[in-house]
């Protein structure tokens, strides 16, 4: 651990209560989540990275290893002898478990421990949901290539077959039938993301669910859960899952339905949430909604910054507040649609420069973000994934003319690039 580093708020901020966030995360889809707390709490950042950019919005930060519990516990007491502290806020997949052990330490609001772990076990969530009845997919958890043939045997194809506590997508495959299996087991047991754990059990050979694809962010105060977006996903590059954008529509007919919203508080009563935020994936097939996952986290994606353009009510401040064991109002303040879109490279290449063409942008463009630079070299699944070079955020009243205006994103912003031999 080294010594914090020190901002001085400003006087009106001198009275709000003290967040610790631990983990900031990548700048370009993360910076909207600490503009937006840092008018609510005075944020002390714990991260494994000397904090830059960040020191804008927090009032302090410590450099700490966030792989080392005892370390992040040391520093995080550190901060709650000397500041008021009212709660342990993370989006980071890899913190969630040890930030609710954390919160239960300083006796702050949050979920057990065990509930976030159980989430972040896939085959945990599969056998806790199983037992209390919720409807799920066929699932079998495997160690091999040959349990994994047998196990899809059994189901039937097209299968599933994913790493047990990975994010992102990565090491999600679809394996279409018995010659498909063994690269899809090697795809799911050797992806690595951000350091997540693996097991000696490491793979699951799930149902392959039909339908369209849906998130539901969502906020839970004494074990109450509201959604708070609703987000219509798009995905590409089959066999693989990647996600390609998100729709949000604030006048969504699914915020209404009765079935999804049904499932959702009994998954959550089932695992025993009690404060905190989630992001969970279901299909919308024929026989009804069907969990995929649930996170115990905050959407990635930019999904809460869509959520705040369709509706004016930030799911990230709600979010915040229920790390606080504070409820929040999330009626909201207008309706409108909003969505985005992630530009993918062509293949294996090496960027020469994006180009964003402003005089081709529709109506409802909003922004775009260029996540490269010149030099950076950029490959598809399975080679490489979340290899974007940019986005396209489009909000509008129609949600027609918001998706007519990113029905062709690689027009507005166009990669040159260097082809790279596969």
């Given at each position: 651990m080294t010594e914090p580093a020190v901002q001085t708020p400003e006087p009106d901020a001198q009275d709000?209560?003290?967040?610790?966030?631990?983990?900031?995360?990548?700048?370009?889809?993360?910076?909207?989540?600490?503009?937006?707390?840092?008018?609510?709490?005075?944020?002390?950042?714990?991260?494994?990275?000397?904090?830059?950019?960040?020191?804008?919005?927090?009032?302090?930060?410590?450099?700490?290893?966030?792989?080392?519990?005892?370390?992040?516990?040391?520093?995080?007491?550190?901060?709650?002898?000397?500041?008021?502290?009212?709660?342990?806020?993370?989006?980071?997949?890899?913190?969630?478990?040890?930030?609710?052990?954390?919160?239960?330490?300083?006796?702050?609001?949050?979920?057990?421990p065990e509930t976030l772990a159980n989430c972040r076990d896939k085959s945990a969530t599969r056998a806790v949901l199983t037992a209390a009845g919720v409807p799920q997919p066929a699932s079998f958890t495997v160690?091999?290539?040959?349990?994994?043939?047998?196990?899809?045997?059994?189901?039937?194809?097209?299968?599933?077959?994913?790493?047990?506590?990975?994010?992102?997508?990565?090491?999600?495959?679809?394996?279409?039938?018995?010659?498909?299996?063994?690269?899809?087991?090697?795809?799911?047991?050797?992806?690595?993301?951000?350091?997540?754990?693996?097991?000696?059990?490491?793979?699951?050979?799930?149902?392959?669910?039909?339908?369209?694809?849906?998130?539901?962010?969502?906020?839970?105060h004494d074990g109450e859960v509201t959604p708070t977006v609703i987000a219509r996903k798009r995905l590409g590059l089959e066999p693989y899952f990647e996600e390609t954008g998100h729709d949000v529509d604030a006048g969504d007919p699914l915020f209404q339905d009765e079935e999804l919203l049904g499932q959702l508080r009994d998954i959550h009563?089932?695992?025993?949430?009690?404060?905190?935020?989630?992001?969970?994936?279901?299909?919308?097939?024929?026989a009804g909604p069907r969990l995929v996952e649930v996170n115990a986290r905050l959407g990635g994606d930019l999904i809460p910054y869509l959520g705040t353009l369709a509706t004016g009510v930030d799911p990230t401040v709600a979010a915040a507040h229920a790390a606080?064991?504070?409820?929040?109002?999330?009626?909201?303040?207008?309706?409108?649609?909003?969505?985005?879109?992630?530009?993918?490279?062509?293949?294996?290449?090496?960027?020469?420069?994006?180009?964003?063409?402003?005089?081709?942008?529709?109506?409802?463009?909003?922004?775009?973000?260029?996540?490269?630079?010149?030099?950076d070299e950029l490959d598809l699944p399975p080679a490489a994934f979340l290899t974007r070079y940019a986005h396209v955020i489009a909000v509008g009243d129609e949600a027609g003319q918001v998706l007519e205006d990113l029905r062709e994103p690689e027009r507005l912003v166009e990669l040159r690039a260097e082809a790279l031999p596969d």
């Open positions: 709000m209560p003290v967040l610790l966030l631990v983990g900031s995360g990548y700048r370009p889809y993360r910076e909207y989540i600490l503009a937006a707390v840092s008018r609510h709490y005075r944020l002390w950042l714990l991260d494994s990275a000397e904090a830059t950019w960040q020191l804008a919005y927090c009032v302090g930060a410590t450099r700490v290893d966030t792989r080392d519990a005892d370390a992040v516990r040391e520093a995080a007491l550190s901060v709650a002898g000397t500041h008021p502290v009212v709660g342990v806020f993370t989006y980071d997949e890899t913190q969630v478990v040890f930030c609710a052990r954390l919160a239960q330490d300083l006796g702050l609001p949050g979920s057990p160690t091999t290539a040959e349990e994994a043939l047998e196990a899809a045997g059994k189901i039937g194809y097209p299968v599933i077959v994913k790493a047990r506590a990975m994010a992102a997508s990565f090491g999600v495959v679809r394996a279409d039938g018995p010659a498909d299996i063994a690269a899809a087991f090697a795809a799911a047991d050797g992806a690595d993301f951000m350091n997540l754990p693996r097991y000696p059990a490491n793979v699951l050979v799930e149902e392959f669910l039909t339908g369209p694809e849906i998130s539901v962010d969502a906020v839970i009563r089932a695992l025993g949430f009690v404060h905190g935020a989630t992001h969970s994936e279901f299909k919308l097939t024929p606080a064991g504070r409820r929040t109002d999330l009626t909201p303040k207008h309706r409108k649609a909003a969505a985005v879109r992630f530009l993918l490279p062509e293949g294996h290449c090496r960027t020469v420069e994006v180009v964003v063409h402003d005089d081709r942008f529709g109506p409802t463009i909003h922004e775009t973000g260029i996540t490269v630079e010149p030099g």
